[in-house]
């Protein structure tokens, strides 16, 4: 029977033993499937497959190589060569020494999460979470297995498309991302009224259809509104009508037409459930971001609908399922463009090459095993795309420099936000000038304050040195005058 598989965060522990990889009795041994085991485990195996998901280990263990990527994030004494018996070709093991050194320098960004073995905060990382997570499964495949190599070149993939993701991510505005991401929903006749209403009015959606009732939009939007009235006074037919429209869109209903009468509409069996109705919701208003070639990030989708930062691995699994092995040429394209609308200081051009190589990658689990040299040339472009973004993030992105300071505005989060108080949520989120809460609003009004104070006091005591220093001048003005007058006596 399969065992669990542990977190992925816990990539430096034995997940059999639970002790942390060593160089002399755990080494980490990779295996083809993916699944990383201390040599000691897996000696100890009844049968040879692997305990997580009863994949056969065809392969000698005592041939398979040690993990060095992981063994150099424990300390570990990493050998510069170390002749694998099941590559006899010179010059594969040269693409295979090429390539595993490439995979060692990409897990050295790994490093902080590894010093806190993955418990803490990666605040201290240069990589965003995903990235560090895709890194994580590029760093457990066994490069000498073909199911390992054909692994790792998706995991390279998918790295790469994450990249120029948060590429993307870096050249946009985030004040005007909301407003365009809105005016592309409103564009297509559909709505969202807040992250509370839009809550609210899914739920009476479901309340009037779960049954498998079918009625007419008008009907539909009538009954929704009447019952959302007495919380939210500003819910209207039109509004209402464009929840439905994207509802609508998202292929949610069943519609029956009649003759010289309005369709019914009926909820698909699938989606009467408010988690299966509110994810093909999320989903639909993501799709649209995609086609107005937004990239928004799962924390920022999180505070735009939900109002919170809770739902990050909801939105982020939305928006895996959306990619399609097109969509990394379309982001390559749509980061082009982004470059040459800010002139590329960072010269990021230099990446395209190597980013399209890694979209050229047939990411099917059902692709043929790459060469020693293909496997080379995509972990080499994966090192050299990775690498640029660090560079772009600690030289030459803006939202990096100085992200604890607040706007620079007299009344930041000193009133309460319209769109909290009326609706209970707001789409702007985290980046609100507004105050969310009593807590934050008693906060800020006291920096607020207290800067009112420091300028006051710091005002006055100009004033009093100002006063010092003219008494000074006259004092010294009647000096000089009493000077000349006794000079002009004698």
Known sequence: MPVQAPQWTEFLLCPICTQTFEETVRRPISLGCGHTVCKMCLNKLHR??????????????????????????????VPKAQPVALITSPE?????????????????????????????STAQSILSRPMQRKLVTLVHCQLVEEEGRVRAMRAARSLGERTVT???????????????????????????????????????????????????RKVLVLFVVQRLEPRFPQASKTSIGHVVQLLYRASCFK?????????????????????????????????????????????QWSSLLYGDQSHKSHMQSIIDKLQTPASFAQSVQELTIALQRTGDPANLNRLRPHLELLANIDPSPDAPPPTWEQLEKGLVAVKTVVH???????????????????????????????????????PRGASCTFAHSQEELEKNSGDAESSISLF???????????????????????????????????
């Open 255 to 299: 519609v029956t037409k009649r003759d010289e009468d309005s369709s019914l509409m009926q909820l698909k069996e699938e989606f009467r459930t408010y988690e299966a109705l509110r994810r093909e919701h999320d989903s639909q208003i993501v799709q649209i971001a995609m086609e107005g070639g937004l990239r928004i990030a799962p924390d």
């Open 166 to 216: 948060e590429l993307i991510l870096q050249h946009q505005n985030p004040q005007q991302l909301s407003s365009n991401l809105w005016a592309a929903v409103r564009a297509r006749g559909c709505q969202f009224l807040g992250p509370a209403m839009q809550e609210e009015a899914l739920k009476l959606v479901l309340l009037a259809l779960e049954d498998g009732s079918a009625l007419s």
């Open 92 to 120: 594969d093991s040269q693409h295979y020494e090429e390539a595993r050194q490439c995979v060692e320098e990409l897990a050295l960004y790994l490093k902080p999460l590894s010093n806190t073995r993955g418990l803490s």
């Open 388 to 426: 640029g973004l660090v560079d772009f993030i600690q030289n030459h992105s803006k939202k990096g420099a100085d992200p604890q300071q607040p706007p620079q505005h007299s009344k930041y989060k000193t009133y309460m936000c319209r769109d909290m108080k009326q609706k209970g949520g707001c």
């Open 48 to 77: 040879k497959a692997c305990p997580f998901d009863q994949t056969a280990i065809s392969t000698d263990i005592e041939q398979l190589p040690v993990n060095t990527a992981l063994l150099q994030l424990v300390g570990g004494q």
């Open 456 to 490: 006051k006091r710091t005002n006055f005591h100009l004033c009093i040195s100002g006063l010092l220093f003219a008494f000074c001048l006259f004092e010294r003005s009647l000096q000089e005058d009493n000077v000349s007058a006794q000079l002009v006596a004698c």
